[in-house]
Every structure is written in C-alpha cells, then in structure tokens.
T-cell receptor, first 112, second 115 residues
Framework: QKEVEQNSGPLSVPEGAIASLNCTYSDRGSQSFFWYRQYSGKSPELIMSIYSNGDKEDGRFTAQLNKASQYVSLLIRDSQPSDSATYLCAVLRNNAGNMLTFGGGTRLMVKP | GAVVSQHPSWVICKSGTSVKIECRSLDFQATTMFWYRQFPKQSLMLMATSNEGSKATYEQGVEKDKFLINHASLTLSTLTVTSAHPEDSSFYIC???????????FGQGTRLTVV
C-alpha cells in the first residue's frame, strides 16, 4: 500500500461544476495535510493546508479532513479551465521531521 | 507565502559534464531543503533531504556520488549533477521549509537537458 494514494485521473468536469479530488493516507499518526497544484512544466504551488478534522474553506477551494477514515479531499467550486492542472496531496507523517510524502497526483481537466 | 528561488531555470549541457543547480530561500531560513526529480507525466520523486551543516540523506536508488548536495547555509542548497548523461535529463525541483510540521515551498524548478 502506498503511503499517500490518489486517483491519477484524468478527472474531467465541465466549467462551473464542482471538482472533487480525493486522497487517502496510510500513517494514522499523520498530522498535517497539504494540497499543491502543479501546472505542466511548472513546480508545485501550495493551495491549502489543513491540520484538524472538518472543512477549511479558502475562496473557491475547500479542504476536508477525516482522520478516522484517513482521507483528505479538495473541492473546487465553480471550476474554471485555468484550474486544469495536476493536484498533489501531501502528508506530513508523524516522526518524519518536516519531510512531506506526496501522492501521485490527480490530473484535473476543466472543459469550457 | 515564502519565496524559494531556484537557478538556473533551464540548462543544456554536454554529456560527461557537470551541472550545478542552486536553491535559495529568500525570506526565511530553511532548516531543511529537499531535492526532487520529475520525469514527464510522472509524479515528484524525492531524491534527497538536506539539512544545513550536515550530510544529505539520499533516497534509495539515488547515487550520492553522482548527485552531490551541499547545504552550506540556512538559505542555500546546491545540487550538482556530475558526469551528466542523457538519462539524467529531467525536471529538478527543490523545496524548503523552516520549521517542523510546516508546509514546504517550492522553487521554480530547473529543466536539465543533457545532449
């Protein structure tokens, strides 16, 4: 089992719809969770961080964390073609210092 | 967010030569810097973890004598690809963090092409 798992996609949604990206992790002691967006040929950029169970909203983005079920998700409301990118889930595992473990990424395609 | 600057953005070198890539944290002191490699349409692959003033920790399968990492200060880490070969052509990305349990910020990446 991979430490951080994501569906590779592509996930295709129409413009204006809600895109839902999911991530599961194996280390139950993980404390911190991050979503990065990576455009083709570019380096990842941080979108959201979440540390406690529940929802965290920032503009069109909502991160959801459920530690009991060991999953974290990212919702993108009113999806735009410019949101088309690969979304990387990253987990800061317990006792791993500040080393992030990344999932394989989900490629999102928002069609006009 | 914090700024991490990576230089150069792209480089083309001849097979057998060495290439140095710099990663700088511009507005914070990075306790740890990470070096990744990413091949086309693949995910990030962690190569090594670099702590200031100590030897880098390399991931399994990464040749430490080929990928030399120096983290001489809290704001600068360098990756030198020695005796580069075409199969080393890839997108190299650094990231840095300044505290335990915090997010990492990425440099712009360096696209290396070995011809």
């Amino acid at each position: 089992q991979k430490e951080v798992e994501q569906n590779s996609g592509p996930l295709s949604v129409p413009e204006g719809a809600i895109a839902s990206l999911n991530c599961t992790y194996s280390d139950r002691g993980s404390q911190s969770f991050f979503w990065y967006r990576q455009y083709s040929g570019k380096s990842p950029e941080l979108i959201m961080s979440i540390y406690s169970n529940g929802d965290k909203e920032d503009g069109r983005f909502t991160a959801q964390l459920n530690k009991a079920s060991q999953y974290v998700s990212l919702l993108i409301r009113d999806s735009q073609p410019s949101d088309s990118a690969t979304y990387l889930c990253a987990v800061l595992r317990n006792n791993a210092g500040n080393m992030l473990t990344f999932g394989g990424g989900t490629r999102l395609m928002v069609k006009p | 967010g914090a700024v991490v600057s990576q230089h150069p953005s792209w480089v083309i070198c001849k097979s057998g030569t060495s290439v140095k890539i710099e990663c700088r944290s511009l507005d914070f002191q990075a306790t740890t810097m990470f070096w990744y490699r990413q091949f086309p349409k693949q995910s990030l692959m962690l190569m090594a973890t670099s702590n200031e003033g100590s030897k880098a920790t390399y991931e399994q399968g990464v040749e430490k004598d080929k990928f030399l990492i120096n983290h001489a200060s809290l704001t600068l880490s360098t990756l030198t690809v020695t005796s580069a070969h075409p199969e080393d052509s890839s997108f190299y990305i650094c990231s840095a963090s300044w505290l335990w349990d915090t997010e990492a910020f990425f440099g712009q990446g360096t696209r290396l092409t070995v011809v």
